[in-house]
C-alpha cells in the first residue's frame, strides 16, 4: 500500500498532504470545527476568510449587517485565529488561513504572530462592495501591484503564500500569475467560474506555482479533467459535505493507485498543457508539438537533447522496438500503442511503473521551460 507522499508527491509548508482534496473558505462558515467534521477526507484546509485591519472588519461588519451573507465578528484578529489554528494541530490537515487585509503592514503583522505555522492566503477573491472599498478581495485584481506588495511582505517572513483569485477580473490572468510567481507566491487557488479548462490550461503554461482549482468540482469525472489541464489539488466550499468528499477522496487514491500518476496531463495534440510534452515524440512532422516548442523558446534540438539525457540510466531510456527507439519518446498508457507495451512488458516495467517515470521526466522538463523567473513588472 502506498503512502500518501509516493501516492501523490505532494508536500505543502513542509507537511505531506494526504489527499489533493481541499476544503475553501467561506466567511462565517469555514473555521477549524467544519475543518475537523471532515478531516478524514481531505488534505488541506483554507479557515476563514478573516479581516485583519480597521479597514476591512468594518466591511465585514457592514456585510454580515446585511443579512445576506455571514462574517467572522470580532475585536481583534490575532485571539481568535490562534483558537482556530490551535484547534487545527490536533489533525493532520495542511491547515491555510485566508485573509482580507487592505496593506502589506496588516498580513506581515499576522504573519509575525503565527509564523509558519500556516499558509497565508490572500484573499483577491471577496466581491462583496464593501470589502472590495476597503482595498481588499477583488479590489487585488485590479490592483495587482497591490497583491504583489502583499506577496512580497509575506515572503519576507519566510511563510507559504497562496493567492486565492477569480479568472476573468485582472485586465490579463496570465500576466497576474507570473507577477505572483516573480513576486514569491507558492500557490494559487484558482475560482474557475464559468471559464473552466481553456483559462486552467493557460495558467499551467504560464508558471510552476502548484495550482489549486475551485469551483463547482462535485464529481470525480470532474475533478479528473482539472487534474488532467493542470490543478495540482480541487477544492469545495458550498458542497463540501462529507460525502461528496468522501467520494472524491476514495476516487483519486485509487486512480493514483492504479494509474501512478494522479494528475498525468491529456497529451498535447489533445488538449494538454506543457506538462504533457512529456509524452511527446520527436519533433519530425507538423503537430502542436512545434508551435508548442516555440512559444517556450525551446528548438527541436535542444528539446530532443533534454529529453534523451534526462533519461538516461532510468527504464525509459531503453525500447529500440519502439517507434523512436526509447521509451522517452511514448504516449500516455490511455493510448493504445502494441509497441510501447511489448516494450515494457519484455523490460518488465508495469503501467504505473511507466508513469511514475514519466512524471519524473515531465517535472525535469518543466524545471527547464520554468528556469527563469519572470521580472517584476508590478513594482
Given at each position: 500500500m502506498m503512502d500518501a507522499f509516493e501516492r501523490f508527491g505532494l508536500i505543502i509548508n513542509?507537511?505531506?498532504?494526504?489527499?489533493?482534496?481541499?476544503?475553501?473558505?467561506?466567511?462565517?462558515?469555514?473555521?477549524a470545527g467544519y475543518v475537523l467534521d471532515r478531516k478524514a477526507h481531505i488534505g488541506v484546509a483554507f479557515i476563514g476568510g478573516y479581516a485583519i485591519?480597521?479597514?476591512?472588519?468594518?466591511?465585514?461588519?457592514?456585510?454580515?449587517?446585511?443579512?445576506?451573507?455571514?462574517?467572522?465578528l470580532y475585536d481583534d484578529p490575532v485571539p481568535a485565529l490562534r483558537a482556530e489554528i490551535d484547534r487545527l494541530k490536533t489533525c493532520d490537515v495542511v491547515a491555510g488561513i485566508n485573509l482580507r487585509g487592505s496593506s502589506p503592514a496588516?498580513?506581515?503583522?499576522?504573519?509575525?504572530?503565527?509564523?509558519?505555522a500556516v499558509i497565508y492566503e490572500i484573499d483577491a477573491h471577496c466581491r462583496q462592495a464593501p470589502m472590495i472599498a476597503a482595498g481588499a478581495g477583488e479590489y487585488y485584481l485590479k490592483n495587482p501591484e497591490?497583491?504583489?506588495a502583499v506577496v512580497k511582505a509575506l515572503k519576507a517572513k519566510e511563510v507559504t503564500v497562496s493567492v486565492k483569485m477569480r479568472v476573468g477580473v485582472t485586465a490579463d490572468d496570465r500576466a497576474l500569475v507570473r507577477a505572483l510567481w516573480g513576486a514569491g507566491a507558492d500557490i494559487l487557488h484558482v475560482d474557475l467560474m464559468d471559464?473552466?479548462?481553456?483559462?486552467?490550461?493557460?495558467?499551467?503554461?504560464?508558471?510552476?506555482?502548484?495550482?489549486?482549482?475551485?469551483?463547482?468540482?462535485?464529481?470525480?469525472?470532474?475533478?479528473?479533467?482539472m487534474l488532467s489541464h493542470g490543478a495540482d489539488l480541487i477544492s469545495l466550499a458550498r458542497q463540501s459535505d462529507e460525502h461528496t468528499l468522501a467520494g472524491l477522496d476514495a476516487a483519486i487514491t485509487r486512480y493514483a493507485d492504479e494509474e501512478g500518476w494522479y494528475n498525468s496531463p491529456k497529451q498535447l495534440c489533445r488538449g494538454g498543457d506543457?506538462?504533457?510534452?512529456?509524452?511527446?515524440?520527436?519533433?519530425?512532422?507538423e503537430c502542436p508539438l512545434i508551435p508548442a516548442l516555440s512559444r517556450i523558446g525551446l528548438s527541436k534540438e535542444e528539446y530532443i537533447r533534454l529529453k534523451l539525457d534526462s533519461v538516461k540510466g532510468t527504464p525509459l531510456e531503453g525500447g529500440p522496438h519502439t517507434c523512436f527507439g526509447s521509451l522517452a519518446w511514448c504516449c500516455k498508457t490511455s493510448s493504445p500503442c502494441m509497441f510501447r507495451d511489448m516494450t515494457l512488458a519484455q523490460d518488465g516495467i508495469p503501467k504505473k511503473e511507466y508513469m511514475r517515470r514519466k512524471r519524473e521526466l515531465s517535472d525535469t522538463l518543466m524545471s527547464r521551460v520554468f528556469h527563469d523567473v519572470p521580472p517584476d513588472e508590478c513594482s
Open positions: 513542509d507537511h505531506v498532504v494526504r489527499t489533493p482534496v481541499a476544503i475553501s473558505s467561506m466567511a462565517g462558515i469555514v473555521d485591519d480597521a479597514p476591512t472588519m468594518d466591511a465585514a461588519r457592514l456585510i454580515a449587517a446585511g443579512g445576506e451573507r455571514r462574517e467572522f496588516a498580513f506581515a503583522a499576522i504573519a509575525d504572530v503565527f509564523g509558519d497591490a497583491l504583489v471559464t473552466g479548462i481553456p483559462k486552467l490550461r493557460q495558467i499551467r503554461n504560464s508558471c510552476p506555482l502548484l495550482i489549486i482549482a475551485n469551483n463547482s468540482i462535485t464529481t470525480f469525472d470532474k475533478m479528473r479533467d506543457l506538462r504533457a510534452l512529456t509524452f511527446c515524440c520527436m519533433p519530425v512532422k
